[in-house]
């Protein structure tokens, strides 16, 4: 309790209060004996014998023994009692400063590091230690640790840019490298500009289209611009129109597509967000697992509405499929590269769950292969 700013302070306002009364209450008394202490010792022996019978028979405020104290010259220690009580004063004074100037040492330093250490964070530093003080106030303490955890996330945060940068950059760099040598190569005659090479560029700049898409779905998923269009929707029918879209896929593929559904569920959804994360899932399951079967079944859960993914193939790249949910993070880099891959779906799957109040669960299949579960909440109040 001693180490709150607050009790210190208080504390030590009581104490040189509580000072200056004890100075204020017996000091004056003090000299005052140390006066006539030290004036009974100036006096002959024979003087101080009868000082102190005059003191004794008629008390020492009487006018016979201030007359006889002022004739053997007392006055001169008055001025030595004046002069000792303002020195006393000022010693007082002092201590009293003293104290308060430690304690505000104490507050000050560790806040002047922390000055120093925010000027740092500012400039773009975030390696800046800044240790807990070992004695001094909670507050002061706990501010510290405060800024401590402060500069940890935005650290975090700077390498989770970098990191995000690097991966859009990646990204970016294929199409556009493509992009450039087929230009480059058309302005040199080494290509003819015919359909061929124009369906080529612009495979190329669909490409970089559904990036810039993913990431803005992303981004607005993580801020105040992701919103839903809620209605009342058929999971059944919209897992239905994954199925028919993606059916050139899964035949090139040879995937045998299919769904079971135990009884028709209506959820309050926005359709379109739906059904571009059921198709993230299963266009994932059709390219890149390996499958022969992939299967969607819709269930009906209470309040809530899973539609699970599940595919016959490899099973999933990593050893914790919940770190596929990451943007940018794959397991297979080659396979990434041949499909085009962003490295988004899975991140915007997750995003679209969270919106409709549920959630994302990637594990193994009971039979070997991946499963994928997307849990939906069928009314969002």
């Given at each position: 309790?001693?180490?709150?700013?607050?009790?210190?302070?208080?504390?030590?306002?009581?104490?040189?209060?509580?000072a200056a009364a004890l100075i204020?209450?017996?000091?004056?008394?003090?000299?005052?004996?140390?006066?006539?202490?030290?004036?009974?010792?100036?006096?002959?022996?024979?003087?101080?014998?009868?000082?102190?019978?005059?003191?004794?028979?008629?008390?020492?405020?009487?006018?016979?023994?201030?007359?006889?104290?002022?004739?053997?010259?007392?006055?001169?220690?008055?001025?030595?009692?004046?002069?000792?009580?303002?020195?006393?004063?000022?010693?007082?004074?002092?201590?009293?400063?003293?104290?308060?100037?430690?304690?505000?040492?104490?507050?000050?330093?560790?806040?002047?590091?922390?000055?120093?250490?925010?000027?740092?964070?500012?400039?773009?530093?975030?390696?800046?230690?800044?240790?807990?003080?070992?004695?001094?106030?909670?507050?002061?303490?706990?501010?510290?640790?405060?800024?401590?955890?402060m500069t940890e996330s935005l650290?975090?945060?700077?390498?989770?840019?970098?990191?995000?940068?690097?991966?859009?950059?990646?990204?970016?760099?294929?199409?556009?490298?493509?992009?450039?040598?087929?230009?480059?190569?058309?302005?040199?005659?080494?290509?003819?500009?015919?359909?061929?090479?124009?369906?080529?560029?612009?495979?190329?700049?669909?490409?970089?289209?559904?990036?810039?898409?993913?990431?803005?779905?992303?981004?607005?998923?993580?801020?105040?611009?992701?919103?839903?269009?809620?209605?009342?929707?058929?999971?059944?029918?919209?897992?239905?129109?994954?199925?028919?879209?993606?059916?050139?896929?899964?035949?090139?593929?040879?995937?045998?597509?299919?769904?079971?559904?135990?009884?028709?569920?209506?959820?309050?959804?926005?359709?379109?967000?739906?059904?571009?994360?059921?198709?993230?899932?299963?266009?994932?399951?059709?390219?890149?697992?390996?499958?022969?079967?992939?299967?969607?079944?819709?269930?009906?859960?209470?309040?809530?509405?899973?539609?699970?993914?599940?595919?016959?193939?490899?099973?999933?790249?990593?050893?914790?499929?919940?770190?596929?949910?990451?943007?940018?993070?794959?397991?297979?880099?080659?396979?990434?590269?041949?499909?085009?891959?962003?490295?988004?779906?899975?991140?915007?799957?997750?995003?679209?769950?969270?919106?409709?109040?549920?959630?994302?669960?990637?594990?193994?299949?009971?039979?070997?292969?991946?499963?994928?579960?997307?849990t939906i909440a069928k009314s969002?109040?």
């Amino acid at each position: 309790m001693m180490n709150s700013l607050r009790m210190q302070i208080a504390c030590l306002a009581i104490a040189i209060s509580v000072a200056a009364a004890l100075i204020a209450a017996f000091v004056p008394d003090v000299l005052y004996w140390l006066r006539d202490y030290l004036f009974m010792a100036s006096l002959p022996a024979q003087e101080q014998e009868t000082l102190r019978k005059l003191t004794e028979a008629y008390g020492s405020c009487s006018g016979i023994v201030r007359s006889f104290e002022s004739q053997h010259g007392i006055e001169r220690w008055n001025l030595n009692y004046h002069a000792a009580l303002t020195t006393v004063i000022v010693a007082t004074a002092l201590i009293g400063g003293a104290l308060a100037f430690k304690l505000a040492g104490g507050i000050a330093a560790p806040i002047i590091g922390l000055s120093r250490a925010v000027r740092a964070i500012a400039g773009g530093s975030r390696d800046t230690a800044l240790l807990p003080p070992r004695s001094g106030p909670r507050e002061v303490g706990d501010l510290i640790g405060d800024f401590a955890l402060m500069t940890e996330s935005l650290a975090a945060a700077d390498r989770d840019l970098r990191l995000r940068s690097n991966g859009i950059a990646h990204e970016l760099r294929t199409p556009l490298a493509v992009i450039r040598a087929r230009l480059m190569g058309a302005k040199d005659k080494v290509f003819v500009a015919d359909g061929v090479f124009f369906d080529s560029l612009l495979g190329q700049v669909s490409q970089i289209e559904r990036l810039a898409s993913d990431l803005s779905m992303l981004c607005d998923s993580q801020g105040i611009g992701f919103s839903l269009e809620r209605a009342p929707t058929s999971v059944d029918d919209v897992v239905d129109a994954v199925i028919h879209c993606l059916e050139p896929m899964a035949e090139e593929h040879r995937v045998d597509l299919t769904r079971q559904s135990r009884g028709r569920v209506i959820a309050d959804a926005d359709p379109a967000r739906l059904e571009r994360a059921i198709s993230n899932l299963v266009e994932n399951a059709i390219q890149h697992a390996g499958a022969t079967r992939v299967t969607i079944t819709v269930e009906d859960v209470g309040d809530q509405c899973r539609i699970i993914v599940v595919d016959d193939g490899r099973g999933w790249p990593v050893s914790d499929p919940e770190a596929l949910k990451e943007p940018f993070v794959t397991g297979d880099s080659a396979t990434r590269e041949r499909s085009k891959r962003t490295g988004l779906g899975l991140a915007i799957v997750q995003a679209i769950a969270r919106a409709h109040h549920g959630s994302l669960v990637l594990d193994d299949a009971a039979g070997g292969g991946a499963r994928a579960t997307l849990t939906i909440a069928k009314s969002i109040n």
